[in-house]
């Protein structure tokens, strides 16, 4: 299993950007898939997440403003971001987590937000 996410880039704030994850390989059941993301010195934090019942969860800072979606057939998780703000800049990682078969990370994509 491999993930590979793509779309970061640097905005200024206010801006939108899209992060895609394609994952490649056999998965069978998954338990959840969706976005992380992490600043130097701070621990990775939950930003959305779609779980096997198709339910979106999001962290506080991003409820109201990105949206995760789920591409069946592409086998793609993707990440709307809009009205990107500072605080947004991060190294964002995809994450899949299997019934069986553990937890997979992709490399991380940076987005830089500026004021």
């Known amino acids: 299993v491999q993930l590979q996410a793509s779309g970061g880039g640097s905005v200024q704030a206010g801006g939108s950007l899209r992060l895609s994850c394609q994952v490649s390989?056999?998965?069978?059941?998954?338990?959840?898939m969706g976005w992380f993301r992490q600043t130097p010195g701070k621990q990775r934090e939950q930003v959305a997440v779609?779980?096997?019942?198709?339910?979106?969860i999001y962290g506080e800072s991003a409820k109201g403003r990105f949206t995760i979606s789920r591409d069946i057939a592409e086998n793609t998780v993707d990440l709307q971001m809009n009205s990107l703000k500072p605080e947004d800049t991060a190294d964002y990682y995809c994450?899949?987590?299997?019934?069986?078969?553990?937890?997979?990370w992709g490399q991380g994509t940076q987005v830089t937000v500026s004021s």
């Open positions: 390989g056999t998965i069978g059941t998954w338990n959840v």
């Open positions: 779609i779980t096997g019942g198709d339910r979106e």
């Open positions: 994450f899949l987590s299997l019934r069986i078969g553990g937890d997979y």
